[in-house]
């Protein structure tokens, strides 16, 4: 059974500091991670991809990613009230024939205390 | 311009009730998805179709039929509905078949009485 496991938190900031959200999967072949950004009533909103070992940055998104230890993770630096939503930890997998198609962790909702 | 449009945005009905979601996608994207989000926001596929042509059939109960009458829609009809059926229902495109990024539809919120 392919999984993708996070910590549904709540998480809890203060602005202005680094959050730490984290995601594990079980499928050692997958390839391909995202994190999806999903405000209270609306739907999920692609912020990072990350396809190789080690760090890729976008303005204050870091994604890290661990093969080896199955584990990726995205950092949200100098966070900001309006960063509070549920992020998705979503990880590719190939279906039938070349479809693609994405595994959803439950989701980690964080919340930035002004 | 509203890239993936769904309709309704609510849908309150009861149990039993036969209903259809209806999707709509401008971007010109081939591939077109149906995902089942519940009460714990545990998001979940169900269907794809690639230009009108089924390629991802989750387990899923018959009573969810997919329909795509050109790859710019896919509807979701379901039938004797039940009260797991509840939750939001996304649809989300994207650009081909082996493309990982997807963009997701407004939802439509299910609730069955």
């Known amino acids: 059974q392919k999984e993708v496991e996070q910590n549904s938190g709540p998480l809890s900031v203060p602005e202005g500091a680094i959050a730490s959200l984290n995601c594990t999967y079980s499928d050692r072949v997958s390839q391909s991670f995202f994190w999806y950004r999903q405000y209270s009533g609306k739907s999920p909103e692609l912020i990072m991809s990350i396809y190789s070992n080690g760090d890729k940055e976008d303005g204050r998104f870091t994604a890290q990613l661990n093969k080896a230890s199955q584990y990726v993770s995205l950092l949200i630096r100098d966070s900001q009230p309006s960063d509070s939503a549920t992020y998705l930890c979503a990880v590719g997998v190939i279906s039938s024939g070349s479809a693609r198609q994405l595994t959803f962790g439950s989701g980690t909702q964080l919340t930035v205390l002004p | ?113």
């Open chain 2, 1 to 113: 311009d509203t890239a993936v449009s769904q309709t309704p945005k609510y849908l309150v009905t009861q149990m039993g009730n036969d209903k259809s979601i209806k999707c709509e996608q401008n971007l010109g994207h081939d591939t077109m998805y149906w995902y089942k989000q519940d009460s714990k926001k545990f998001l979940k596929i169900m269907f794809s179709y690639n230009n009108k042509e089924l390629i991802i059939n989750e387990t899923v109960p018959n009573r969810f039929s997919p329909k795509s009458p050109d790859k710019a829609h896919l509807n979701l009809h379901i039938n004797s509905l039940e009260l797991g059926d509840s939750a939001v229902y996304f649809c989300a495109s994207s650009q081909e078949p082996r493309a990982y990024e997807q963009y997701f539809g407004p939802g439509t919120r299910l609730t069955v009485t």
